[in-house]
């Protein structure tokens, strides 16, 4: 009698360790993405503009922590005695351009057709982009070089984003907040490896070759970490054949992410084959309600960033100009890292009052700019880390609805589709700010 001893029990629970198992694994896996995409573009936009500001003058030095930080959102730290704002009309507008354009055309275009191209490849074009515009700004030795690599590493966070929010289908809607903390946490992590190195005494162009290993952890994090479903078209193109197989492993895996949260979804459209033309055009008129609020966040987010946060200087601060500007983008980076880490403690279905919100922030600023009566940086410390909270909020609550509203044969193309809307609004604050900040520098 006392031999009778179970020994079910472990066989019992090894199931659901390897689903937990599996489930970190791909949490961990997009954040790592989340990561690479935006830090490689975050550390060579900067490193671009170093190599850019050599070229022009031969008593260039290394840059400080500052002038990375100011470099990635077109600041200018140099003054201009002849403004009573202390700045210099922005000169940087040829590699923003060169920064904001190609994303835009690549997700105002791709979502129609990029389908046709199998993760596997997307993930290692993306990666080659990303080597390529190390190479090219490391070695270039002319300004239109230089912006050409510029492109590149464009080309490559544009079309990785698209890919990696569309490929959050596949797996528990959890990894949405893996991927928003991911990026969040590219521009501060970014920031402050690449200002080490160079702060270390390494050049901006061996900074450079040593960051080549993001493109290479972005194929480890894609090809070892995660764990993909048998429905993920890997390296075949299956013109996104929603099986009836397939479509219940996908609407399993988001039910299975929502625990406890049993709320009503749009009802599931069960025909299969790939979406039409038309269909898709009807799914983007459908989006718009979440694109033009995301989209009024980057704008208000990006006018605030590149138009008025230098001319926000306090002359009697204990900081220089450049240090208050560093913590101006420090503090953002840090508040958009915050919010976009927190959907797995809060969602927030409003998404234009998070847009309101950031267009009275703009507003506020652009009066503080104009007639200065804000009497300390401690108060604009504080508006800019709520800036970064909200901006961060509207990116990954946007994507999270989206994957929850859209009917599961609709989902990956909306995914791609909607993700156009922080680049329209980023280039429509530059197409802005940039008038608006020269204007007050030549008072």
């Known amino acids: 009698m006392q031999q009778t001893v179970s020994v079910n029990a472990d066989p019992v629970q090894s199931p659901d360790a390897d689903g937990r198992c599996t489930q970190r694994r791909n949490w961990a896996g997009f954040w790592l993405l989340g990561l690479c995409n935006n830090f490689a573009y975050v550390v060579m936009l900067s490193a671009a503009h170093d190599i850019l500001k050599k070229q022009e003058s031969q008593n260039a030095t290394a840059p400080t922590p500052a002038a990375l930080v100011a470099d990635f959102q077109g600041g200018n730290s140099s003054s201009n005695s002849s403004s009573r704002y202390d700045c210099n009309p922005v000169s940087t507008a040829a590699v923003l351009l060169a920064d904001i354009l190609p994303t835009l055309v690549i997700k105002l275009t791709a979502p129609f057709v990029i389908h046709k191209l199998p993760y596997g490849f997307r993930v290692l074009v993306c990666s080659l982009?990303?080597?390529?515009?190390?190479?090219?700004?490391?070695?270039?030795?002319?300004?239109?070089?230089?912006?050409?690599?510029?492109?590149?590493?464009?080309?490559?966070?544009?079309?990785?984003?698209?890919?990696?929010?569309?490929?959050?289908?596949?797996?528990?809607?959890?990894?949405?907040?893996?991927?928003?903390?991911?990026?969040g946490g590219a521009g501060v992590f970014g920031a402050l490896l690449y200002s080490a190195f160079?702060?270390?005494?390494?050049?901006?162009?061996?900074?450079?070759?040593?960051?080549?290993?993001?493109?290479?952890?972005?194929?480890?994090?894609?090809?070892?970490?995660?764990?993909?479903?048998?429905?993920?078209?890997q390296w075949k193109n299956k013109e996104t054949e929603y099986t009836a197989v397939g479509s219940e492993e996908r609407r399993q895996l988001m039910d299975d992410s929502e625990g406890e949260e049993q709320e009503v979804s749009a009802p599931e459209d069960r025909s299969t084959g790939?979406?039409?033309?038309?269909?898709?055009?009807?799914?983007?008129?459908?989006?718009?309600?979440?694109v033009f609020p995301l989209g009024l966040v980057y704008f208000a987010e990006y006018f605030i960033n590149q138009g008025l946060m230098e001319l926000l200087y306090f002359p009697n601060f204990f900081l220089s100009h450049a240090e208050q500007y560093r913590w101006y983008q420090t503090l953002y980076q840090c508040g958009v890292l915050v919010s976009r880490s927190s959907l797995c403690c809060v969602k927030i279905r409003n998404l234009w009052a998070l847009s309101l919100l950031q267009v009275v922030n703009a507003v506020f600023l652009l009066f503080a700019v104009g007639y200065q009566f804000l009497p300390s940086a401690w108060l604009v410390f504080a508006i800019i880390v709520y800036e970064g909270l909200l901006g961060g909020a509207a990116y990954v609550n946007t994507f999270y609805f989206i994957s929850k509203e859209t009917e599961d044969r609709q989902r990956e193309f909306a995914m791609a589709a909607a993700s156009v809307g922080d680049s329209l609004g980023i280039a429509l604050a530059g197409l802005v700010a940039f008038p608006v900040h020269r204007y007050f520098c030549n008072l």
């Open 129 to 183: 982009m990303a080597a390529t515009s190390f190479l090219i700004v490391s070695f270039s030795s002319a300004v239109w070089i230089s912006i050409l690599g510029v492109v590149f590493a464009s080309v490559s966070a544009g079309l990785g984003e698209l890919s990696f929010l569309s490929l959050t289908v596949f797996f528990s809607r959890d990894v949405l907040g893996g991927w928003g903390s991911g990026t």
């Open 198 to 233: 160079t702060q270390a005494g390494l050049s901006p162009q061996v900074t450079l070759l040593i960051m080549l290993v993001i493109p290479f952890a972005m194929l480890v994090s894609y090809f070892v970490l995660l764990v993909p479903p048998p429905s993920l078209p």
């Open 274 to 290: 790939p979406l039409t033309f038309t269909e898709k055009l009807h799914i983007i008129r459908g989006l718009l309600k979440f």
